[in-house]
Structure formats: structure tokens, C-alpha cells
């Protein structure tokens, strides 16, 4: 019997598309026949099966609804696209928001995406329905297309303050539209359990709704959590002698010294603070200090080019990756 689930929450960027997304493929690995329905005009779960541009796209869940509002036949195979791990979808692009606003004008226009969604219960396992992120009228068509609701929620203020008024819309649409629809619990995401805001409302969120909540978390993994191995650095110092013009600037740095010392000067005018600020430019590359000087063979950025490049060079054959991290130095003189 195929069980057809909406994910859904009116919060933005709480996990929706990466739920469906990963539940939808875990099934597939073990064998169940999944359909994954993109009901977002922002195509987001299409992006996620490798469709990098969906307004190309021919076939969509725009047409097979309209066909529906239009009494037309639906081929059950049409627009299906099929990923490498099993799970099929049924994909959307931005006219899907179009066809909410034109959706005001049908009859019985809530019980729409049920048409469709019941063309393919026969030939799947599970349905799962990724929904927009708002209350509106696809929303409720999902809902009212399914056999139960996964609300997937961060533990932040904003995503937990909208629960109750998504629940209430919950029981409103098995109230008056599904009587069968079930909450089958609120999925906590992204939780991060290092900090005390993450950690607060979680608590708050399951002492609220403790029955709906789902015991298992999507949970923040770090490096040192997943205990994954650690590359060994070998560490690489070069030491480059000073250009002509740094020795100029020592030079310079030293007799403004010596007159400070001396009160030769008005501290408005320079002073050690001062000093010691220009003195910092004697670690920049040159150029930085004046861009009218010419490019330098002794400089910071010439030698870090050159050590990049030659491990390129001796790697090649390997097709190693290197990851170059650069300071302010080198970030202005490669733009």
C-alpha cells in the first residue's frame, strides 16, 4: 500500500528539500519504489536530482495539473526523471507559481494535486511531497494529497515560533479537507548541540510537542565528531630577503623613532602608535605599500606563485588537489 507523506513547513531553510531528498533515496536503497514530488517553484529538489536548469524543462508538475484542471489524460510515466540511486521524481520549475495564483479560479481546486498524486499510488511505495515554503494554496493541496506530514524544524526561535500556527494549519486541512491526514512528527534539523541557544530551544520545542517529536535528530556533524582522519602538514618556511624599498622603510621607520624619542615632534602630528602602524606594511608585498612600484622577484606573492606552481608541477601526474589559503596579501595582488 503506498503511503504518500508531504514535508512540509511555511519556514524557509529548515531542512525540507534535504529531508525529502535523502529520505526519498534511503528507501530507494532498500528497495522501495519511491516518487519524489517537487511542489516548490523553486525547483530546489529538482537542482538535487542534477537538473541544473529546470525552466528548460518540457515536462513538469505545472503541466500534469493543468491537465488535471483540463480533464485531459496523464501518461503515468510522463515527466518522470529517474536518479542513479533508485528514487524517481516528478520535477517542477518557476511556472509552478504562475499556476498557484491561476489555481484561485477552479473548482474543488484543493483536492487537485490528490488527482495526480492518486494516478501514481499504484505503481509506488511512497510518495513524498516536497512543499514551498508558505501556507498557500499548493501547501494545502500537498496536505490534502496525503496520507501524513513530516515538519522538519531548526532549534532557532523564528522556525520554532512558527510551529503552532502550521499545526493549526494541519488540523484545519484534516478538519475540513483529509480526515485521514496524520502529523507523523516534528523532525528537529541542523541541530548543532555544542551551542546553548541550539540546546535551549530543542528542549523547549520537545517539552511542548514531546509526542510529535521524532527521538531521532538531523544533527551538525564536525570533523573531531565524526573522528575523521586527520592529513599530516608538512610545514614549509620561506624566508625572503628585503627589497630596496623595505630598507628604505626601516630606514625611514627608525629616524621618525628617533625624533619621538626626542620630542623633536608634535605627538599630533606622529607618534610610536603611528610608527608602529606603518612599521606593519613592512610585512605586506610591496605593491600593496605602493602600487607604482614594479613587481619584485623577492616578493611575498612572487615566492607563494612560485611554490604553488611547482607543486603543480611535481604533482601532476597524481592529479592531487591543492588548497591554497591566502591572507590579504595575496587576496588584492590576484584580483
Known sequence: ?????????????????????????????????????????????????????ADTLDTTL?????????????????????????????????????????????????YIMREFVNIHRPNFDYILIDCMPSLGMLTVNALAAADSVIIPSQPSFLSAKGLDLLLHSVAKV????????????????????????????????????????????????TADMLKLPVPEAHYHNVVLKPSEHQKEMVADLSTRAERVRNKMVNSSEDNMLLITNDGRKLALDQRLVNPMLPDSDTGKVTACANIVYDIWQRTTPRRSTQMVFCDRVAIRCYK
Open 1 to 53: 500500500m503506498c503511503q504518500v507523506i508531504a514535508i512540509t513547513n511555511q519556514k524557509g531553510g529548515v531542512g525540507k528539500t534535504t529531508t525529502t531528498f535523502h529520505l526519498g533515496t534511503k528507501l530507494a536503497q532498500e528497495g522501495k519504489r519511491v516518487l519524489l514530488i517537487d511542489a516548490d517553484p523553486q525547483a530546489s529538489l529538482t537542482v538535487c536530482f542534477g537538473i541544473r536548469d
Open 62 to 110: 505545472t503541466n500534469a495539473l493543468q491537465a488535471i484542471v483540463e480533464d485531459e489524460p496523464i501518461d503515468p510515466e510522463m515527466g518522470i526523471r529517474t536518479h542513479e540511486e533508485g528514487a524517481k521524481l516528478f520535477p517542477a520549475n518557476i511556472e509552478l507559481a504562475s499556476f498557484e495564483t491561476a489555481m484561485i479560479n477552479v473548482m474543488s481546486r484543493e
Open 174 to 221: 484534516k478538519r475540513s479537507i483529509n480526515p485521514t491526514l496524520d502529523i507523523s512528527g516534528i523532525l528537529l534539523t541542523m541541530v548543532d548541540d555544542r551551542t546553548n541557544n541550539a540546546r535551549d530551544i530543542a528542549t523547549t520545542i520537545r517539552a511542548s510537542y514531546g509526542d510529535a517529536m521524532f527521538k531521532e535528530v538531523a544533527d551538525v556533524q
